[in-house]
């Protein structure tokens, strides 16, 4: 397989078809080939990130994603779907801190698709070098997010992701 050069794509593709991250993101085609359920089940993220040391490309305190909430948003744990997969994919460090059954921290391994569920908490971890990193989140769209529902909170027409955010600790990071 190809590798992919994350130096040359865009920013991404934000709660999109498998459709459109094809459409928008033709290198990703062979990587693609290789996600080991139905795409079609699924919405897409791509997140391509310019790290320097001390950032961190995502959350870095321990959550779950996707969990149900009721009305006053609190976690409601009864409507967890666990037959419902998500997907993750990294190109690279800093790679995402999961917990196992018995709250064992262990990193996942880069490129190759980490299969998870609303129960599964995880974590990023923060960049030590300047790098380029690319991920990939695939949610089972029976979990209810789809390009078109209120967990798009943007509104977007168009699955272009216009940005990507990064996450610092203040305490320590210098420019």
């Not at 998500?86 to 190759?112: H, I, R």
């Not at 974590?123 to 300047?130: A, L, N």
């Not at 989140?137 to 990064?166: M, W, Y």
């Amino acid at each position: 397989m190809k590798k992919v050069d994350w130096t040359k794509q865009h920013n991404g593709v934000i709660q999109g078809e498998y459709s459109d991250v094809l459409r928008l993101m033709p290198d990703l085609k062979e990587l693609l080939e290789t996600f080991p359920d139905n795409p079609n089940d699924f919405i897409w993220d791509v997140k391509v990130h310019m790290l320097m040391p001390n950032q961190f490309p995502c959350i870095p305190n321990w959550h779950r994603d996707m969990v149900p909430r009721d009305e006053n948003l609190k976690e409601d744990e009864t409507k967890i779907d666990e037959s419902k997969p998500m997907y993750l994919w990294l190109s690279g460090a800093p790679l995402t801190l999961f917990k196992d059954v018995n709250c064992n921290e262990y990193e996942m391994q880069a490129g190759s698709w980490k299969r998870f569920t609303q129960r599964d908490w995880h974590r990023g971890q923060v960049s030590k070098d300047f790098t380029w990193r690319g991920l990939i989140r695939a949610c089972h769209k029976d979990l209810g997010i789809n390009s078109k529902s209120v967990n798009n909170p943007f509104g977007n027409k168009e699955p272009l992701r216009r940005h990507t955010q990064v996450y610092v600790d203040a305490n320590n990071f210098k420019w």
